[in-house]
């Protein structure tokens, strides 16, 4: 069944309808490829090789992304995305279902506290079941409306989700802001597990801002190694 353009969020239509599955494969496959180029581009091993009949249409996708990061930053977009594939009939693989931006700000606006600027440890924030990232998208974007970039650089994200795609989707909106609003967090981790249990986790990415100094690891890699 393909993709009806008027059911999409406007924001997020041109990526949906380039990941559309109409052209012949499944949603959710064509969502794995579309993450896993993004990472690549990134220099992120990739998650799995996409067919040349596909790369066509999984750099409009990207194209579109990159122009929607422009006009809507620290949105849950990929979330959208998720969702919209998922209302095309692929909803065992694509079953989630994300916390709409404004309820994230006016969480994030209710529960903020300054961060101190001369503060030497890293502000930690967590989401153990991330999604997208919706909730940890939305504090960044408080922090740096409050705050300004610096603060930023002071904040550490630390984000977890059972499902592969989630922990992925996650890890891809947190970087791709930092790059497209030129901005640093002072660290990034994504990890895919169950946030409940104390099995290993996988590392999906750990970055830190080059500008801090190096720091111990955290608890959350003891837990994934
Ligand atoms: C309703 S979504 C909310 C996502 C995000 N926090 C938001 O507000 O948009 C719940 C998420 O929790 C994840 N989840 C459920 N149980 C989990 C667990 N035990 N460990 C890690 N993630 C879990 C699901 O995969 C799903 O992505």
């Known amino acids: 069944m393909p993709l009806k353009p008027n059911l999409i969020p406007a924001r997020v239509r041109g990526i949906a309808m380039a990941l559309d599955t109409n052209y012949g494969h499944r949603p959710d496959t064509m969502m794995r490829w579309f993450i896993s180029a993004v990472m690549e581009l990134w220099g992120f091993k990739p ?3 996409i067919p040349d009949d ?8 990207i194209g ?9 930053p620290w949105a849950d977009l ?3 995305v998720y969702q919209a594939l998922a ?16 309820v994230c700000r006016l969480i994030s606006q209710m529960n903020y506290k300054t961060i101190p600027a001369n503060r030497k440890e890293l502000f930690r924030v967590s989401d153990p079941a ?3 990232g919706a909730m940890l998208l939305a504090f960044c974007n408080e922090v ?44 990034i981790v994504v990890l895919r597990g169950n946030s409940l249990s104390d099995e290993r986790k996988e590392v999906i990415v750990h970055a830190t801002s080059p500008t801090r100094e190096p720091r111990q690891e955290p608890r959350y890699l003891e837990l994934a190694a």
């Open 54 to 61: 596909a790369r066509a249409k999984i750099t409009t996708a």
């Open 64 to 72: 579109e992304y990159d122009a929607a990061l422009q006009r809507y």
């Open 78 to 80: 990929l979330g959208d």
């Open 87 to 102: 209302s095309q009939g692929a909803r065992q693989s694509l079953g989630q279902f994300f916390t709409p931006d404004h």
């Open 144 to 187: 740096l409306e409050r705050q300004g970039p610096e603060a930023l650089q002071g904040v550490g994200v630390y984000a977890c989700d059972l499902d592969a795609y989630c922990a992925r989707m996650c890890a891809v909106q947190l970087l791709a802001n930092c790059f497209s609003q030129q901005v640093e967090l002072g660290e």
């Open 130 to 132: 991330c999604g997208g």
């Open 47 to 49: 998650w799995d090789r």
